[in-house]
Nanobody, 121 residues
C-alpha cells in the first residue's frame, strides 16, 4: 500500500508562511484524487485543498487566495503552500490519496501521519 509522509510543519507567527510536503512511496498517478486535510483541537476534520476526481483544484473558503495546492507526479510529491497564516490555521495537517468508487464513495484511501502547524504570536 501507499505510504505517505508529511513534513514542513512548525511554529510560525501570524502573517508568516509555510510549505507542507507529502512524499508518497509509490506513484500517485493512479489515484483519482488527493489533497490536504486538517483537524484542530475540538474541531471536525476539514478539507483544506486538493484535487478532485475530475481533476479540478479546490480550496476551502477560509484559505482561498492564501493556500496553494500543487503536485509533482514525477517526484511523487504533493505540496501545500500556506501564506498569510493566522491562528485559525493551527491544526494537524494530513495528506491523502484516494481511489473513488460508485456513488461518490471512497473505495481506497491512504493517509499520512500528519504534521503540526501552529500559528501563534
Amino acid at each position: 500500500q501507499v505510504q505517505l509522509v508529511e513534513s514542513g510543519g512548525g511554529l510560525v507567527q501570524p502573517g508568516g508562511s509555510l510549505r507542507l510536503s507529502c512524499a508518497a512511496s509509490e506513484s500517485i498517478v493512479t489515484f483519482n484524487s488527493m489533497g490536504w486535510y486538517r483537524q484542530a483541537p475540538g474541531r471536525q476534520r476539514e478539507m483544506v485543498a486538493g484535487m478532485t476526481g475530475g481533476g479540478s483544484t479546490i480550496y476551502a473558503d477560509s484559505v482561498k487566495g492564501r493556500f496553494t495546492f500543487s503536485r509533482d507526479n514525477a517526484k511523487r510529491m504533493m505540496y501545500l503552500q500556506m501564506n498569510n497564516l493566522q491562528p485559525a490555521a493551527t491544526a494537524v495537517y494530513s495528506c491523502t490519496v484516494r481511489i473513488w468508487g460508485a456513488y461518490a464513495a471512497v473505495r481506497t484511501a491512504y493517509w499520512g501521519q500528519g504534521t503540526q502547524v501552529t500559528v501563534s504570536s
